[in-house]
């Protein structure tokens, strides 16, 4: 019986023109990986292309998977049984985090197959590590939601719990509406309330700041339309 093949989770960039912050044996593990589960084709081709101009991708078998379209777990383990290697691809940062790329991992397990998380930028933890919030007892509950009354008393719900398990709380958002968002939280929240912003992470206009829901009303709020941000809610201290 073949050994069974292994999953490794592959980070991609965050911003663009930042390869710097891949380390080299995840150039090590592309060159060798044929058959890939990757959420864009085109910008897959290209990170890959990135990380080594020889590469060659014609003889790669890119399968795409979204939000709407999950992964063929089916051949996943079909291909992990044969004992061929998969590698899984993000469109931004660590896979299996916010995309669908947990679904090929939950295959492999089911199988016994290694799956291999391999070192890269990730937005959530960076974010984090930078907002001054705290590091031990934090949720990240991805995107809220799409309705403003909706979104809004999620918000609401997730400051209460900020306050009440002094727990930082982080979320995202579709970039086209990160700045509705940030007028959001500043219309619901406490004045004490700790709101971190971080945006286009290791991006040559990275933006991150900490402030209090008072202190950003007070300032000139940065443009986010179509950057990648995170947010984060913490307690504050009532003045």
């Not at 051949?75 to 896979?95: F, H, M, R, Y």
């Amino acid at each position: 019986m073949e050994p069974v093949g292994k999953v490794y989770l592959i980070p991609t960039l965050l911003s663009p023109d930042t390869l710097h912050t891949i380390p080299p044996y995840v150039t090590a593990a592309v060159q060798r990986i044929k058959v890939f589960f990757v959420e864009n084709e085109r910008t897959a081709r290209r990170y890959m292309k990135a990380l080594d101009r020889t590469v060659n991708i014609d003889e790669m078998q890119l399968l795409l998977m979204d939000s709407h379209n999950p992964p063929d777990v089916a051949l996943a383990k079909k291909t992990l049984l044969a004992g061929q290697d998969i590698g899984v691809i993000s469109e931004a940062g660590c896979p299996a985090i916010a995309d669908p790329g947990h679904l090929v991992v939950k295959a492999a397990h089911s199988i016994e197959a290694p799956v291999i998380p391999m070192v890269g930028p990730n937005s959530i933890i960076l974010a984090l590590m930078a907002s001054g919030m705290n590091g031990q007892n934090f949720q990240f509950v991805g995107y809220l939601p799409v309705k403003p009354a909706e979104r809004m008393k999620a918000i609401v719900e997730l400051e209460t719990q900020a306050h009440k398990k002094k727990q930082t709380q982080i979320f995202i958002e579709t970039p086209y509406r990160n700045n509705y968002i940030l007028k959001d939280i500043l219309s619901s929240c406490k004045d004490h309330t700790l709101l971190c912003v971080a945006a286009d992470i290791t991006g040559a206009e990275e933006y991150i700041h900490t402030k209090t829901i008072k202190a950003w009303k007070q300032t000139t709020l940065p443009e986010l339309n179509k950057k990648p941000a995170i947010f984060l809610l913490y307690a504050g201290e009532p003045e």
